[in-house]
C-alpha cells in the first residue's frame, strides 16, 4: 500500500519514463486515504506533461501543489517556490515531490537534501524498458548511478512502468518485469510498483510481477495523443 511508503516520496527517473504520470496518480491516490497531502513539482528541465497542469484537479481533490514561483504552466523558467521545504519540515504532510529527468533534473534537491531526514525518504526511479537508455539491465542501472551521484540519495525502489503509450498490453509487463528482476539480483534494490493505465489492459495482468500491482488513469495525456 502506498501508505506503507516512506513520508516523503521523491518520484524521479528516466526522460520519457512516465514518472510525471506516475507521479500524480500516486499523489491522488494518496489523496484518498485520508492523508494530508502536498505534492512539488520541481521540473526545470522539461515544459510538457508538468504535473502542476493538473493543479486544479489536485487542489478540488485537497492536495497542496507547489510549483514554479512564477505563474505559468508552459513558462521555460528554472524557477522553484521556496514553500518546496514547507511540507518536509512540517511532518503532519505526507509529500511526494515530482523531479525533471534525468540526472539533470535532480540538481534542484541541492535545496531540500540540507533538511531531510533519510529516514523519512524514499527515493522511487521510475523505468520504461522501452527507452534506450534503459532497455537493458546494465543500461537501468548506469541511469540509477547517475541519479544517485547527482541527488547524494539512494534509490529505494523500482516503477515498473513498461509502456507503448496507447498500445500498451500484458507482454510490456512482462519485459519490463523480466529487466527489473534482473536489477534487483544485481543491486538489490526491489521494484515498488507495477504501474499501467487500466482503461489500456484488455488482457488480465500477468501473475508473478515483482512489485505491487499499481493502476492509474490518465492525467497528463491528451485523448489525441
Known amino acids: 500500500m502506498i501508505t506503507d511508503d516512506k513520508r516523503v516520496r521523491i518520484i524521479t527517473g528516466h526522460y520519457g519514463s512516465g514518472k510525471t504520470e506516475f507521479a500524480v496518480n500516486y499523489t491522488m491516490q494518496l489523496s484518498q486515504q485520508d492523508r494530508k497531502v502536498a ?9 510538457y506533461f508538468r504535473s502542476r497542469e493538473r493543479k486544479q484537479e489536485m487542489e478540488k481533490a485537497g492536495i497542496m501543489v507547489i510549483s514554479s514561483s512564477i505563474e505559468g ?3 521555460d523558467v528554472p524557477a522553484v517556490s521556496a514553500a518546496m521545504t514547507m511540507p518536509v519540515r512540517e511532518r503532519s504532510f505526507d509529500y511526494v515531490v515530482d523531479l525533471g529527468g534525468n540526472d539533470v533534473g535532480t540538481m534542484v534537491l541541492g535545496r531540500l537534501k540540507p533538511i531531510l531526514d533519510p529516514a523519512e525518504v524514499d527515493f522511487f526511479m521510475v ?3 522501452y527507452r534506450p537508455s534503459t532497455a537493458t539491465p546494465e543500461g537501468v542501472i548506469e541511469q540509477m548511478e547517475k541519479l544517485e551521484c547527482s541527488s547524494g540519495l539512494k534509490v529505494t525502489g523500482f516503477i515498473n512502468n513498461t509502456n507503448l503509450i496507447r498500445e500498451t498490453n500484458a507482454q510490456c509487463l512482462l519485459d519490463g518485469d ?8 544485481r543491486t538489490g534494490v526491489p521494484v515498488r510498483y507495477v504501474s499501467y493505465v487500466e482503461e489500456l489492459m484488455t488482457e488480465k495482468v500477468p501473475l508473478g510481477l515483482a512489485g ?3 493502476p492509474m488513469k490518465f492525467y497528463m495525456r491528451k485523448t489525441w495523443m
Open 212 to 214: 505491487e500491482l499499481f
Open 39 to 47: 505534492i512539488a513539482d520541481l521540473d526545470i528541465v522539461n515544459v
Open 73 to 75: 504552466d508552459g513558462l
Open 127 to 129: 523505468v520504461n524498458t
Open 178 to 185: 523480466a529487466v527489473l528482476q534482473e536489477v534487483t539480483k
